[in-house]
């Protein structure tokens, strides 16, 4: 399960709110048969060696982290429950590829808020792209949401949720049946 929106939309809090997170985990949390991994866990985990790197550079160290814990626990059986860049089709093609390895599927939730929404909740967290790199965000995620929310499908995932802010809030548990394996 791949949790997605655009920076500030609000995906941590929502991982926060429902998983119990506090934002100072340095590691994939697990959570019943699912580990919940928040980019933030690479990002606290770095801060003691990138203390004095600028965060320009920061960044690509941190998502490759990301990503390649979110693939450790896909190849290794595990559910997950991830926070991930929703406008990079790369990445979800990726772990789509990978699931369907693994006997399983990709499905997403897309916390839909509009940019000023987005743009607040960065403020909130003291975490503020430039204009440009949010620009290029929401240029991106816009056909993508709109086609989500028009068609009920988001190519490769095999499902797709969308939720506006009040029914995020509403949300309370993500949950995930047993897979048994192909004999």
Not at 45 to 72: M, Q
Not at 84 to 92: D, E, K, S, V, Y
Not at 132 to 157: D, E, K, N, S, Y
Request: aromatic share 6%.
């Amino acid at each position: 399960m791949l949790v997605a929106g655009l920076p500030g939309a609000g995906k941590s809090t929502l991982l926060d709110r429902l998983y119990g997170l506090r934002g100072d985990e340095k590691l994939p949390v697990p959570a019943g048969p699912a580990l919940v991994i928040d980019s933030r866990q690479a990002r606290n985990w770095w801060a003691r060696f990138l203390g004095p790197v600028p965060p320009r550079a920061r960044v690509p160290i941190v998502h490759t982290t990301h990503v390649w814990r979110i693939t450790r626990a896909v190849l290794g059986g595990r559910s997950v429950v991830a926070h991930t860049r929703g406008t990079w089709p790369h990445i979800l093609r990726g772990f789509a590829w990978l699931t369907r390895r693994r006997g399983t599927q990709v499905h997403m939730v897309l916390l839909d808020v509009d940019p000023g929404t987005a743009r607040a909740g960065q403020y909130a967290r003291g975490r503020i792209l430039t204009p440009a790199t949010f620009a290029r965000h929401v240029r991106l995620w816009q056909p993508m949401i709109a086609r989500a929310r028009a068609t009920g499908t988001l190519p490769p995932a095999a499902g797709v949720t969308v939720l506006d802010r009040a029914a995020a809030d509403r949300l309370k548990a993500i949950c995930f049946d047993e897979v048994s394996a192909a004999s």
